[in-house]
């Protein structure tokens, strides 16, 4: 039992890991309910148990492996971080649960699973399984397949992937376990419900018994598919809809959905591929060309058969298509014919995708070859054709039909629409959009007319088929020129059109879901492609878009096909048939006044304008609706109509026409009757102005495109040239206003040419007007069209182009109105074209192009295939002549590409230089129709990138950039040809296309996703050996990532080796990092081409699409002609700006405009938004946030993020760090930290360095993130930026310590350990700078604390790391001292001492130095430190201790610069004591350095000079004097000691500064020493000094630095000893009678009792309350005996301080308490128990006080706590202490103490003085009894005899005016004359309390004014005096003052001997301003130091004062005569004045 009762306290999870079986049941039992009482999913409590789920389910136990699966499905189902267990745990599930004979736990073992599954760790699941399979025991083969089995039945086959299982499927039918078999069979019926047919192909070749079997079971199953019955976590929805129907008993709305799962699996992928290039025949190809048409046969024979496998392995097929080609399109004989074409169909079916490469090539012969009437042949090219056709797209194929379309053969064109029929079944409105139906459609409208009926029913059937498929809507406008009875066969044809579900596989998963839609979808159809066709084409724009000939129009899409069907676009506005004249009159008589219409026509001018009022008057008052507009324009033309001569009349007419364009529904019938008159007053002075408005308003309704090409043709067949050139001018400015959406360049551009030859000057210059407002849209290519004209005309025309160059196309105001179907029609084109094309395109669709397949001859072909390389260049020549002559050429090119391709890969390296040129030169010929040649020409191109010659790879690149720009990247991305290029092995090519890939992906917003295919040889080339492929995979890596996701590619890292996956895995977390976004969805632009030409359409769509909101479209603010526009649309886009990207507003018309805005003002959107940014980082980079750094420190701690505590960074670090950034940090810095380019953190970083002074405050606010990001850096192999970052550090830690700012714990251990990782970097200059910014970061935070980090990091695998950080160690021992070493000296040394047997010989010599440091330091010790060495590491360290002992006598020098350095080092206050110390010990180093080489023993200051001594000789000597014999206190015999000359004083200052205090130093910094034994030690040593009252002495001037080191000593025991349990008690208890025995023996001895100051005594007291208040002190043994020594001491304190500094320091406790909330009620109580214990002795000790001092402590405490604040406290007794004091204080002295007022500054700041005013006022007794300081004073010269009271006060007011800076003299002379007339006047109370110096001075300045008096020479008095009252003295030590007392002194004598230039000495008035030093450390109005700062002062001016003796003793041993002979007196004045000089500067 007792063991039980042993692991039944034990928390929970301990017991899990328990090894006794019941302790973990138990555990498992505790930890079950705990997860089910858990309802925070994310509460930290899950994460204790992450690691331990696997041994919940692979406990050895049984029994409780059962309860510890139920307790792991638990924290499965209910834990957020459950996932992170997926694979170990799953993995224990198979290999521990599975082979149990409990079917409990192999049933909880499947819940789990499936469990994981439910939280979306299906994949991870579905590998442990598969994995199972491979086990050989089969129990858990069979429980692996029946859990397969039961998540495809749960969760179905979208969640679960059948193709892994389907592969391993036919290998467990061949199992010899029959249970295996079984289980298998039970599969693969579940997997069949699924999926079907799909299942038999891999299964084929199982067991015949086994698929019979199969067979019957499958026939058995329902015919429904099966439903998902358990749904994911994300699938919620799903779920509640299921439930829901589960309660409905309904399933069929589900009907559609479930046919798409049906489907959704292709058998194709189940799969294997099959290699069959290598096993076709060795004679095929001759063969195959062989005459006999048998030897034919069998060559295909062969070819058949090998085809026939169903999915074919990837390879080169282009000779084999070609045979086979060449044989449908050359054999004589049809049977073989019809073989070949069998072939081409199961090679395009088994290769899919990967076919598409080959189709151009095949389709044209296909479709020639439908001439053949034998109906065997046509049905074999139909299934070629039809199998072609899926793999690769309708646009592609496009040119190929359409060129067949014209045959004269009626069979190819009916086999060509029945082709188109076919084809557009397994289309959808996304794939089949209107860009590619029209011309289409314009070429089966032809066929509807042909002679043949099969043609014609063929055409119709086509036609039918589009209109079944995209809806009557979308296909309406084409067909307006047919009549009924066409378009009802057409409808008819549609109707019977049903679309299958796929005849090929690779079309039926994509058109499953189109089986019964699109019927019921015909009528909104119109609306669909916007919806469904936007978001594939959108990424397709992205990567299509091509900048260089990126013109921004819409050109009509008619166009594409050669501009045939340009009419047939007219009839997308409203048709109207035209109206007889009758019926016009009718119509306008119904709604015109009568009179109205009788005027017109009259011959009286005045009627006519009459009637024109009235008809303008009713059509200003018409209904839109009723608006007969056709009727009104007609009878406006009625005679005279145009040709009105009146002005008026015309103007009004004109007028009116304009109206009804804008208030009617205007046709373009009714624009037709009125365009012609309005052209022909274009050019009339008067009327010109009204015609135009009237256009626009036409241009308004019948769309601009439409007038523009009417108004230009109309006036092009005139001859007057006014209205040409005023024509012109108004289409420019109408351009401008609506801007260039769907104009048709083409339309009018002949024209333009002909405008430009016209001979009237003012045609020409309108003409060259316009082009310059076109050039605006569309860019340089529009000049393509102007070529050929003469150069002057070019000339004039570039000068146009050059004014518009860099200007941006105005925003339009105004847009098209259009009916609503009419709008959606038409936004729906304009999208589709925009995003099918790209902006570039169009523009290239209009130029005129070329056919030159007729010029590419097979003589040529044969030409460039010539052995001969000469005969080779020559047809390179030719064919390059053919495509420059053409200059843009169809896509048609022949054999060209075939001979191409040979070429590139040509021996001759000149002509594959000049294939490359070729190549280029056809992509800018041919532009967009450069896609199809991709696969075939385009990776050719990649290939050549490998090529080792630097001039080839420059010019492939070149090559591929130039196609790129044609084609876009998403032809290139997809299919394996990318991946396949980069298998190969070649690192050249290897690093072109990922530097080529990492530059284009970002720019691409989405991408095919076979560049999934590309990432196993990404992975492969992060690890190349050659390191230009390694860089360059790295930078694509975060490309990658940006459009696959870290998920997919992590996961493709499964594939790796384990050593290279953990590389490759840390790879993708630094580059998750700095993945980058993907490019906003409006930004269309791409590369280099201008900005305005791929803007525009989008500008232009959205000023189409968005006619309701016109406001919407002035966003831009360009130069719309309304005046208010620029001025109140301006804002926005900046608005837009500073949210940093543009806004998408919920407003549909605003968003568009916003995209237009963004896209449309090219030259001047990027300079204000540069302008914006600018503005944007003007202000502060830093947010300070209130105690956000504290809050993030608690978070931390209390693990609810993530401790910043990695090997390498991980995704979630960056992440966390990014959204704790946000909230501090401009965004815009943020985004720049984070960039992926490091030259944009550098500049990051460079904005910090620039900001570092002036948001000093809240850069120390950010400091934690700041240095946390800087860590990342240290990750980053890119030197430049870990240099900008080092440069940073260094100007951080200054500003740091110029703060006096300290590093938290939390802060340095975020940063300190991945700074030392970098000292070991292999750079010089990185290393450099680490060491640089280690140095200064001791100043910020403690060389103790800094020692483990350094220790952690010699245990570093890199060897220059180890040695760096063993030099710093040393460096740090060398310069701090031996209590740096943590934890204990002994422990930190055996770990050094290990690395001198390091096999580098770096850390070996690095590992030596540090040791002889600690040799230096503490002497022959090290040894017992080091512990035990090798013999032959003893050897190295011996010879090297040796070796450096022959270097000490160079020592002093060195020392004196380590000294100068750190003294030059500000020094920090906040610091810690552990460092403070730091500053004396070079002159330990040197004590121990003298002892261990001197024979003598070490004997308290034998060699300091004893200046009292030389003080009292006033003998005058010419002659430096000689060393006097001398007596020294400590000693009861004199020392003669050799008389040196003054001059050779040995340069260590341990002869100045005695060694006594140095050893009392070192012993005293012991007394803090973590370890117990040490501290004992030295407090014992201590002691021993305290108890002998003759040595007692030597502790004076030590008080405070003794009573520092205990307080710390207690405060470590309270903070860690006393909570670690591995501490024993009892040394605990010894440790505190130790320090307990040595404070009573210090306190007992009032002499050194009354040095301990104010700041000192108040941290003693506290930690002495806080102990006797400590619990725990209390339950340790001999505890109580311990509170009762303390109780003891407290008394014996408050008695024998001094009793000023212990009541200020007591006053100064209790207000700290109160304030602080965190200290206890019962600390305040029992410091307040002191203070009334002091109360109620002060009537012995009120002479003794300074009652200044204390005031001014009450003054401060009241000043924080009014009176009702202190009423507002729980208790009242402070408040009663205080008036009890001020009322004791009162009573003592009466009025007098509101003299003592004087130290405070603002009286009124507290109510103290009022206070005591009340309290003197009230006690009567008082008043009358005292007389004033002015009487008192006056009594001076007649009183002789005083009382006692009035002989203190007398003394008091001369001792403060000597301790005022003003009456100092005055206060000394009045002492003087004191002094003389009182003689017998005891002045020893008052000098008691103050310090040494103040004494002497004293002293001195009474002897100047003597010698005065007396006539002696006046002696130079003090230089420095003390700017501090008496009492100020108190609190500092005599330690203090010691270096300035010796300063004093050493003036004097020097004077004496005539070195001191007394005539020009300063006089003591002028002297304080330049001593600073000690006027600060004698403050008038002293703080209340804490204990550290008044330590770290001490040391500070110890220093100073060593290293002035150090300096000039050193110039002196220095100097080559060491003779007693003196220097001249003159060079030793000069000497003296530079020294004087130098300590002047050194204090200021």
Aim: aromatic share 6%; hydrophobic share 40%; with cysteine.
């Amino acid at each position: 039992m007792g063991d039980d009762s042993e692991w039944m306290k034990l928390p929970i999870d301990q017991k899990c890991e328990h090894k006794v079986w019941k302790a973990r049941l138990n555990g498992y039992e505790e930890a079950l309910k705990l997860f089910q009482k858990i309802e925070d999913e994310k509460s930290p409590e899950w994460g204790k148990y992450l690691g331990l789920i696997k041994k919940f389910v692979t406990d050895s136990n049984a029994v409780a492996q059962l309860k510890g699966l139920e307790a792991a499905l638990a924290f499965i189902e209910n834990a957020h971080v459950a996932g992170k267990t997926t694979g170990e745990v799953v993995s224990g599930v198979v290999t521990k649960v599975f082979n149990q004979p409990k079917a409990r736990a192999k049933e909880l073992g499947m819940d789990i699973c499936l469990m994981y599954i439910e939280i979306e760790k299906g994949e991870v699941v579905q590998d442990e399984l598969l994995k199972g399979l491979d086990n050989k025991n089969p129990k858990i083969v069979v429980a692996c397949i029946e859990t397969l089995r039961k998540a495809l039945s749960e969760f179905g086959s979208k969640i679960v992937t059948l193709k892994p299982v389907v592969k391993v499927l036919p290998k467990q039918f061949e199992s010899r376990e029959k249970a295996v078999r079984d289980e298998s069979k039970l599969l693969a019926v579940e997997i069949y419900k699924w999926i079907r047919d799909a299942l038999r192909p891999p299964l084929q070749n199982i067991n015949s018994v086994q698929l019979k079997e199969l067979e019957e079971e499958w026939v058995k199953l329902p015919p429904s598919p099966p439903k998902q019955t358990r749904f994911l976590r994300s699938q919620q929805d799903l779920k509640a809809k299921f439930e829901q129907q589960q309660a409905q008993g309904g399933e069929q709305s589900d009907g559609d959905e479930e046919e798409e799962t049906a489907v959704a699996v292709d058998p194709y992928d189940l799969l294997e591929p099959v290699e069959i290039l290598s096993k076709m025949p060795k004679d095929f190809y001759e063969k195959i060309e062989a005459k006999k048409w048998q030897e034919r046969k069998e060559a295909l024979e062969a070819v058949e058969a090998l085809t026939k496998n169903p999915k074919l392995e990837n390879g080169d097929y282009g000779d084999l298509v070609r045979a086979l080609k060449k044989v449908v399109g050359k054999d004589a004989n049809v049977m073989l014919v019809s073989m070949a074409a069998k072939c081409l169909a199961e090679l395009a079916s088994g290769l899919r995708k990967k076919f598409g490469t080959y189709a151009g090539q095949v389709v044209p012969t296909i479709l020639e070859k439908f001439k053949e009437k034998k109906l065997q042949v046509v049905q074999s090219l139909q299934e070629a054709i039809d199998a072609i056709f899926l793999t690769t797209t309708l646009q592609n194929l496009s040119e190929d039909i359409l060129g067949v379309m014209d045959n004269k053969n009626p069979s190819i064109k009916q086999q060509a629409s029945l082709f188109l029929a076919r084809s557009f079944r397994h289309c959808t409105q996304a794939t089949l959009p209107k860009s590619v139906l029209k011309p289409f459609c314009a070429a089966l409208i032809k066929q509807v007319n042909d002679s043949a009926l099969e043609v014609r029913d063929a055409a119709f059937e086509a036609l039918g088929t589009a209109m079944k498929v995209v809806g009557e809507k979308a296909v309406n406008p084409f067909l307006a020129d047919l009549d009924k009875l066409k378009l009802d066969k057409i409808k008819e044809c549609a109707d019977k059109v049903e679309l299958p579900g796929g005849k090929k596989g690779a079309a039926g998963g994509g058109l499953a879901a189109g089986d019964k839609k699109p019927a019921a979808k015909a009528p909104p159809a119109a609306e669909a492609p916007l919806k469904s066709s936007a978001p594939p084409k959108k990424s397709q724009t992205a990567s299509v878009s091509k900048p260089s000939a990126g013109p921004a129009k819409k050109g009509k899409p008619a166009s594409a096909a050669g501009g045939k069907t340009k009419k047939t676009s007219d009839s997308k506005e409203i048709t109207e048939a035209e109206i007889s004249p009758e019926a016009c009159e009718e119509l306008a008589a119904a709604v015109l006044p009568a009179s109205c219409l009788q005027q017109l026509d009259s011959g009286n001018w005045k009627e006519r304008l009459a009637s024109m009022e009235e008809f303008q008057r009713a059509v200003e008052t018409m209904d839109k609706a009723v608006m007969p507009c056709q009727a009104l324009v007609r009878m406006l033309a009625k005679k005279p109509g145009w040709k009105e001569t009146n002005f008026q009349v015309m103007q009004m007419k004109l007028h009116i026409v304009g109206l009804v364009a804008q208030r009617g529904q205007f046709s373009k019938t009714s624009a037709s009757v009125v365009l012609d008159g309005l052209v022909d007053k274009i050019g009339d002075v008067k009327c010109g102005g009204n015609a135009k408005s009237a256009l626009t308003a036409i241009g308004e309704t019948c769309s601009l495109p439409w007038t523009a090409e009417q108004v230009v043709s109309l006036v092009f067949a005139q001859k007057n040239p006014k209205n040409q050139a005023e024509t012109l001018n108004w289409l420019a400015n109408a351009m401008k206003e609506f801007g260039f959406a769907g104009i048709n360049v083409k339309g009018f551009i002949n024209n333009v040419k002909t405008a430009l030859g016209a001979t009237n000057p003012a045609v020409r210059t309108a003409a060259i007007t316009l082009l310059g407002v076109m050039y605006l849209y569309m860019g340089q290519p529009l000049r393509m069209f102007f070529e050929d004209e003469k150069p002057a005309l070019l000339a004039q025309i570039d000068a146009e182009f050059e004014k518009m160059q860099g200007q941006s196309p105005p925003a339009p105001i105004r847009a098209t109105k259009k009916t609503a179907a009419t709008a959606e029609e038409d936004g729906d084109e304009g999208a589709e074209q925009d995003e099918d094309g790209g902006a570039g395109q169009d523009i290239m669709d209009l130029l005129p192009r070329t056919d030159i397949g007729d010029k590419i001859t097979s003589d040529l072909v044969s030409k460039i295939g010539d052995k001969n390389w000469k005969i080779r260049k020559e047809g390179l020549d030719e064919a390059a002549a053919i495509i420059s002559e053409a200059k843009f050429i169809t896509a048609n090119i022949g054999e060209l590409p075939l001979a191409l391709k040979g070429r590139l890969t040509d021996s001759n390296k000149i002509l594959v230089q000049q294939t490359l040129s070729i190549l280029q030169q056809l992509a800018t010929a041919m532009g967009p129709g450069l896609k199809q040649h991709v696969k075939a020409l385009g990776f050719p191109v990649i290939t050549v990138l490998g090529d080792s010659k630097v001039n080839l790879r420059t010019a492939a690149m070149a090559t591929l950039q130039a196609w790129v720009e044609q084609t876009g990247m998403k032809d290139w991305l997809e299919g394996e040809d990318l991946s396949e290029e980069l298998k190969r092995e070649n690192p050249f090519l290897r690093q072109e296309v990922l530097g080529w890939l990492a530059e284009k992906l970002p720019t691409l917003r989405s991408v095919p996703g076979d560049l999934m295919l590309c990432v196993p040889q990404l992975f492969t080339c992060l690890e190349d050996r050659n390191a230009d492929v390694r860089k360059k995979a790295q930078d694509a890596l975060p490309a990658f990532m940006m459009h696959l996701g870290y998920d997919k590619m992590n996961k493709a890292t499964g594939k790796l080796k384990p050593a290279s996956k953990d590389q490759v895995v840390a790879m993708l977390e630094k580059a998750r990092a700095v993945m980058p976004a993907k490019p906003a969805a409006p930004t269309k632009t791409g590369g280099k081409g201008s900005a305005e030409q791929s803007r525009a359409p989008s500008a232009s769509r959205a000023s189409e699409d968005f006619t309701d909101k016109p406001e919407a479209k002035k966003v831009r603010g360009g130069a719309a002609k309304k005046p208010p526009s620029p001025t109140e649309e301006a804002p926005p886009p900046s608005k837009e700006k500073e949210c940093n990207g543009s806004k998408k507003p919920p407003v549909k018309g605003k968003a568009a405009a916003a995209a237009g805005g963004q896209q449309g003002a090219a030259g001047k959107k990027p300079a204000t938004k540069g302008l914006k940014d600018e503005e944007d980082k003007s202000g502060p980079i830093f947010v300070l946030v209130p105690n956000a750094k504290e809050q993030r420190m608690k978070e931390e701690k209390q693990l609810k993020i993530l401790k910043w505590n990695f090997i390498t960074p991980r995704d979630e670090y960056v992440e966390q760090l990014k959204t704790q950034m946000a909230a501090c940090f401009a965004k815009w810095l943020l985004d720049e930290m984070f960039h992926f380019d490091f030259q944009r953190q550098v500049k990051a970083i460079g904005v910090m360095i620039e900001r570092l002074n002036t948001e000093s405050e809240a850069t120390i606010s950010c400091l934690d993130l700041i240095l946390k990001w800087i860590t990342l850096r240290f990750f980053e192999t890119n030197t430049t930026i870990l240099m900008k970052v080092l440069e940073y550090l260094k100007l951080l830690f200054t500003m740091l310590n110029r703060e006096n700012y300290h590093l938290t714990e939390y802060e340095a251990n975020s940063f300190v350990p991945y700074l030392i990782l970098k000292v070991g970097e292999s750079k010089d200059v990185v290393r450099k700078d680490v060491r640089v910014i280690l140095g200064m970061l001791c100043k910020v935070y403690p060389a103790s604390k800094l020692f483990p980090f350094l220790m952690e990091g010699t245990k570093s695998k890199n060897s220059k790391q180890r040695a760096e950080c063993l030099e710093e160690l040393g460096c740090l021992i060398e310069g701090y001292g031996m209590n740096v070493c943590q934890p204990t000296p002994a422990k930190s040394l055996k770990e050094i001492a290990v690395h001198i047997g390091d096999r580098d010989t770096s850390v070996r010599n690095a590992a030596l130095n540090t040791v002889v440091a600690v040799y230096n330091v503490c002497g022959e010790q090290v040894y017992k430190l080091i512990g035990n060495l090798s013999e032959k590491d003893m050897s190295m360290l011996e010879e090297r201790i040796k070796r450096s002992a022959k270097k000490t006598p160079a020592a002093p020098a060195k020392q004196s610069t380590a000294e100068k350095t750190q003294r030059e080092q500000p020094t920090n206050p906040n610091a810690t004591f552990l460092r403070k110390p730091a500053q004396e010990d070079p002159g330990k180093l040197n004590q121990s350095r003298q002892n261990a080489h001197s024979d003598h023993p070490s004997i308290p200051k034998e060699f300091q000079l004893d200046l009292d001594m030389i003080e009292q000789d006033q003998r005058s000597v010419c002659e430096l004097p000689d060393l006097v014999q001398h007596q020294l206190d400590e000693l009861l015999e004199p020392v003669m000691i050799p008389e040196p000359k003054i001059r050779s004083i040995s340069p260590h200052f341990d002869d100045l500064h005695s060694s006594t205090a140095s050893t009392i130093n070192f012993v005293i910094s012991q007394v803090a020493s973590g370890d117990i034994g040490t501290s004992i030690q030295a407090l014992a040593q201590i002691d021993e000094v305290l108890r002998q009252e003759d040595k007692a002495d030597v502790m004076s001037g030590h008080i405070d630095q003794l009573l520092i080191a205990t307080i710390m000593q207690l405060r470590l025991i309270n903070s860690t000893h006393l909570a670690d349990d591995r501490v024993d008690k009892k040394d605990l208890i010894k440790l505190y009678s130790c320090i307990m025995g040595n404070m009573m023996s210090l306190f007992s001895m009032e002499t050194l009792a009354r040095e301990a100051s104010i700041g000192v005594l108040k941290d003693l007291m506290h930690s002495l309350i806080t102990l006797m208040l400590d619990s725990r002190v209390e339950d340790v043994e001999d505890g109580t005996q311990v509170i009762r020594s303390v109780n003891l001491l407290v008394i014996r304190v408050l008695e024998h301080s001094d009793q000023t500094n212990i009541f200020s320091a007591l006053l100064v406790l209790l207000q700290d308490t109160l304030v602080s909330n965190a200290g206890s009620l019962k600390v305040s109580e029992l410091v307040m128990k002191c203070l009334w214990r002091m109360i109620r002795f002060l009537p012995e000790n009120i002479n003794s006080l300074n009652l200044d001092r204390i005031l001014l402590d009450v003054h401060n405490f009241m000043k924080v706590f009014p009176k009702e604040k202190l009423k507002q406290l729980k208790t009242d007794v402070p408040h009663r202490t205080l008036k009890t004091l001020c009322h004791t204080l009162c009573k003592l002295t009466g009025v007098k103490i509101l003299d003592h007022l004087s130290m405070i500054e603002n009286r009124n700041e507290s109510e103290l003085e009022a206070y005591l005013r009340r309290v003197v006022k009230h006690s009567g007794n008082l008043s009358g009894t005292k007389s004033d300081r002015g009487n008192e004073k006056s009594a001076l010269g007649t009183d002789d005899r005083m009382s006692k009271a009035k002989v203190s006060d007398i003394l008091s007011e001369i001792f403060k005016k000597i301790g005022s800076k003003e009456n100092t003299k005055e206060g000394l002379t009045e002492l003087y004359e004191y002094k003389q007339k009182y003689s017998d006047a005891d002045l020893e109370p008052f000098l008691r309390n103050t310090s040494q110096f103040f004494q002497s001075y004293v002293e001195r300045g009474l002897r100047v004014i003597e010698s005065e008096r007396e006539g002696k020479p006046r002696i130079q008095s003090s230089s420095v005096i003390p700017q501090h009252n008496v009492e100020s003295s108190l609190s500092s030590s005599n330690e203090e003052l010691k270096p300035a007392v010796y300063y004093e002194r050493l003036k004097i004598l020097r004077q004496r001997q005539g070195l001191e230039n007394t005539t020009r000495a300063l006089s003591s008035e002028d002297e304080p301003p330049q001593r600073p030093a000690i006027s600060s450390l004698l403050s008038s109005k002293p703080s209340v130091a804490s204990s550290t700062d008044m330590l770290h002062s001490k040391l500070s001016q110890l220093k100073e004062s060593r290293e002035l003796y150090q300096q000039e003793h050193n110039a002196r041993s220095g100097s080559p005569t060491r003779a007693r002979a003196a220097s001249p007196a003159t060079a030793n004045l000069d000497d003296l004045k530079k020294r004087l000089e130098r300590i002047k500067s050194k204090r200021q």
